[in-house]
């Protein structure tokens, strides 16, 4: 017997040790999903509830616009450095710290009396939040079986991508039947779960002997928030501003700043290795052309079901359906099918059916469109969500060594959060170019020529999804 036979026989009974050791398979998926789905739901979940604040609140058009973009901006702005804590401090420890700080906010919302305790608190949320999407993923990978990851990676990504698409759904559901300050009440119980679940269903784990990169934290937190930061006030104050202008570049500088950091010190926060990896920048840019689209889209289809006819926030929010809770199906399957078929070729396949749905959309929505005619396009739109979502997780972790999870997820997050408020911030200013929400028929003007850009850029990303290779080395 060789060398390696015996090590390998002599590793076999303690990988079935560990394996034993494990929870079982779906308590550590819920352990993970739970709080998962909670942060996603609120990335949208007040947008069918803005007409309510504005009354409730005596809320101005620009606070209406931070009850988002508060949250969306603290996210995105702090997700590489909960990725590194986690490493650095224990990732189950930060997780569940990424909770409780969520669900003070969610109380701190829900208890508001103005629109600045909102923002705040929403900002709060996102601080919170960005400890526990990336973590989420990075438990997750840890805590089942190899053999089984493709499958649990599938089932994560249809809870992300069902939580994210139905949060106007829920938000909706909210305001008609109860109050506002449910949509942030709602996440209290969702907690109380939560947390003795990840401490029964997931074990702690961290890096040893890692440093914290604490300029690299100020460098990259400074630099996506200024960016960010332009993205949401372009609509707003205009693209050619002084103010929208000087936000990016202080991003592009403080953001070459971190690179040249980050290529010095020998434990970076995020190691640039990373983007030699083919498969991995790929996907990257495949994640943001899809939240470009998926989060642009269902910002101004939510409001073209509330106008056109016009409709509560509940029942628009219901008819989106057929979309929202395709990936859920999907999903899970697309996960199974990542080795047999290469990511690459799903995650393109489903920016494919992304873009037809859209374009069908765009195609049939009128004044007096029958709803019948949008539920086809639709559920393609829905499945090609389903496709996208399993295979980006499983791409991007499979592209970087085990150890480096929490830190390639974190990126990977971030880059969707800037395409999301990318997608929103540049189909809102087509729209506002075109049309308004003054009547149904100026809706539509504006609706058609910002949906073909969604679809534009979903294509754009398909074609960059068949570039990445099947099977890829890790950095």
């Keep these: 017997m060789t060398l390696s036979e015996e090590q390998s026989t002599e590793a076999r009974p303690q990988r079935q040790a560990e394996e034993q050791r494990r929870a079982p398979l779906w308590l550590a998926i819920l352990a993970c999903s739970l709080p998962m789905f909670m942060v996603a739901l609120d990335n949208l979940v007040v947008s069918t509830a803005l007409r309510t604040l504005a009354v409730d609140l005596s809320a101005s058009t620009q606070q209406l616009q931070w009850f988002v973009n508060a949250y969306v901006l603290s996210f995105a702005c702090l997700l590489m450095t909960g990725a590194a804590l986690g490493d650095r401090f224990g990732r189950r420890k930060i997780f569940i710290l990424g909770v409780a700080v969520f669900t ?54 249809g809870v992300s991508g069902a939580a994210i698409a139905m949060g106007p759904v829920v938000g909706g559901a909210v305001v008609d039947g109860l109050s506002w300050q449910w949509m942030f009440w709602i996440n209290v119980p969702v907690c109380v779960v939560a947390v003795p679940l990840v401490f029964l269903a997931l074990r702690e784990s961290s890096l040893p002997g890692v440093r914290l990169d604490l300029v690299g934290m100020v460098l990259a937190s400074a630099g996506v928030c200024a960016v960010v930061w332009g993205i949401v006030h372009g609509e707003t104050d205009g693209w050619t ?34 983007y ?31 106008i056109a006819p ?8 219901l008819r989106t359906l057929p979309w929202t809770l395709m990936p859920m199906f999907v999903a899970p399957v697309a996960g199974l099918l990542v080795n047999r078929v290469g990511g690459g070729r799903l995650m393109a396949l489903g920016l494919f059916l992304q873009g037809v749905g859209l374009g069908w959309i765009n195609l049939v929505a009128g004044t007096d469109t029958a709803y019948s005619l949008l539920v086809g396009p639709m559920i393609v739109a829905g499945l090609g969500m389903g496709f996208v979502f399993a295979p980006t997780a499983a791409v991007v972790l499979g592209s970087v060594a085990k150890e480096h999870a929490g830190k390639a997820s974190g990126a990977n997050t971030t880059v969707r959060e800037i395409g999301g408020a990318l997608g929103v911030a540049v189909l809102g200013t087509v729209f506002v170019a075109y049309g308004s929400t003054a009547d149904p028929e100026s809706f539509v003007d504006g609706l058609s020529p910002a949906l073909w850009i ?8 398909a074609v960059c999804a068949l570039c990445i290779p099947r099977r890829s080395g890790s950095a």
Aim: proline share 4%; glycine share 10%.
């Design 454 to 461: 969604g679809v534009a850029v979903v294509m754009f990303g």
């Design 276 to 306: 030699r990896v083919r498969a991995f920048t790929l996907t990257n840019i495949v994640s943001a052309a899809m939240y470009f689209g998926v989060f642009g889209s269902l910002f101004l289809l939510a409001q073209y079901l509330q």
């Design 310 to 317: 016009p409709r509560t926030p509940l029942e628009a929010g």
């Design 104 to 157: 003070l906010a969610s109380i701190g919302c829900g208890m508001s009396e103005t629109s600045e305790q909102l923002i705040a608190f929403r900002a709060m949320q996102g601080i919170g939040a960005a400890a526990v999407m990336p973590l989420s993923l990075t438990l997750l990978s840890m805590a089942v079986p190899e053999r089984l990851r493709g499958m649990a990676l599938g089932i994560w990504s």
């Design 241 to 274: 501003s002084s103010k929208v202008l000087g936000a990016f570049a202080i991003g592009a500088v403080t953001l070459a700043a971190f690179m040249y950091w980050e290529s010095r010190i020998a434990h970076p926060m995020l190691p640039l290795s990373f």
